[in-house]
């Protein structure tokens, strides 16, 4: 049967690097890999990644999958048909409720079709110092908790960088590293051993201080095309655009929770991204992309402001990019209120619309 591995976690906290580094290790086990992501908008630098690793990715667009759940079943359904051995499912990092809203219901629902691993939620050492810290926004601080309190697994990520020590109790915590692989393979045998328990503590959760934490952000993105006069290695485009964008949020002291660009051109591509203003960008992909005169930019920004705030920076950060530039899209507003498809506790009946 397909596993289906759901993993949570705030926004920037490792999921979709863990999920590649996971696709790698299971691909070279000779295991068929399916990827879905989502967002509350269109454009994904995620699933631009994935696919551009050659992994099988879908995605749902439009709204977290507990209010896509029709959409979210429908995508795994198509990945299921592609005889997928395991599928990896990233929420959007400002999601939760997930126990009660996506995984209860694939299990009432759609009983028999997928083994469903314990529920994995990661944890940036360094955003849990920021957002349990005395004084931190607490909106954010509110989902951020909510988030790891549903986990059936806390994977604290990024273990190659220096961090306070962190440890969320109550569950099992597993410090991980995808970027050095330490880690990886012990949490992937103990996933695909063991299976979701509908047997946690009903999260105690506030719909309209979970909503409200949600709108505290500002959801940005963007898609263009550059055409540039001479030909320029994509990180010649995507650096200096991170930097005007870090450099003009700072400016305006607003926090990022979550900024990243991909650039793809005829030759190559690349990622970059920052979770923390100031931060040297992490790049993926290929910093020696060859040079190249047109440029396809996916930009996906996610920070505490109002929207007209950001949009604003961001056309500031454009204007100032070597070339021509064509827009494609541009969505920015705060995300709405979640309103799940479904919502099943232990022994509740289905309540949707919290
Ligand atoms: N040093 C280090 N950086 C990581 C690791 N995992 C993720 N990152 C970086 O953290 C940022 C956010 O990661 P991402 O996987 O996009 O987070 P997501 O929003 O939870 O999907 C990216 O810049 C990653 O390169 C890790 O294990 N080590
Ligand atoms: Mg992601």
Not at 127 to 142: F, I, K, T
Not at 148 to 176: H, I, M, Y
Not at 211 to 237: C, Q
Request: hydrophobic residues 45%; aromatic residues 6%.
């Amino acid at each position: 049967m397909t596993t289906l591995v759901l993993i949570g976690g705030f926004l920037g906290g490792g999921k979709t690097t863990l999920i590649l580094e996971a696709a790698r290790r299971l691909a070279a086990r000779g295991l068929r890999v399916g990827i879905v992501m989502n967002d509350q908008a269109g454009q994904l630098v995620d699933t631009r990644l994935a696919r551009a690793e050659e992994f099988d990715a879908g995605e749902v667009t439009g709204g977290c999958f507990c209010c896509r759940f029709t959409d979210l079943a429908q995508t795994l359904g198509g990945l299921l048909a592609a005889n997928r051995d395991v599928i990896f499912a990233e929420p959007v990092g400002s999601c939760a409720d997930l126990a009660a809203t996506v995984l209860a219901p694939l299990e009432r629902f759609h009983s028999g079709q997928y083994r469903l691993a314990p529920y994995s939620v990661v944890a940036d050492p360094r955003r849990a110092h920021q957002l349990l810290a005395p004084g931190a926004d607490e909106r954010l601080s509110y989902l951020f908790r909510k988030q790891l309190e549903e986990a059936g697994l806390v994977l604290q990520t990024k273990a190659d960088l220096p961090a306070p020590p962190f440890s969320w109790p109550g569950v099992p915590n597993l410090r991980l590293s995808a970027r050095t692989g330490e880690g990886v393979d012990e949490w992937l045998d103990l996933i695909l051993q063991q299976t979701w328990a509908n047997d946690r503590p009903e999260l105690d959760i506030d719909y309209a201080l979970y909503a409200g934490a949600e709108a505290a952000l500002a959801w940005l993105n963007w898609r263009a095309h550059l055409e540039s006069p001479r030909a320029l290695p994509p990180a010649f485009v995507a650096g200096p655009l991170l930097d005007a964008l870090d450099s003009g949020l700072t400016a305006a002291s607003i926090p990022i929770a979550h900024l990243k660009v991909f650039v793809q051109t005829n030759s190559g591509y690349l990622k970059a991204s920052v979770c923390i203003n100031g931060q040297e960008p992490i790049v993926q992909g290929r910093l020696d992309a060859p040079p190249a005169r047109r440029h396809e930019i996916v930009l996906n920004l996610r920070a505490t402001a109002a929207p007209e705030q950001v949009t604003a920076i961001l056309q500031n950060a454009a204007a100032q990019l070597p070339g021509r530039l064509q827009v494609h899209s541009l969505e920015c507003f705060r995300p709405s209120p979640p309103r799940p498809e479904h919502r099943l506790t232990r022994d509740s009946k289905d309540s949707p619309n919290p």
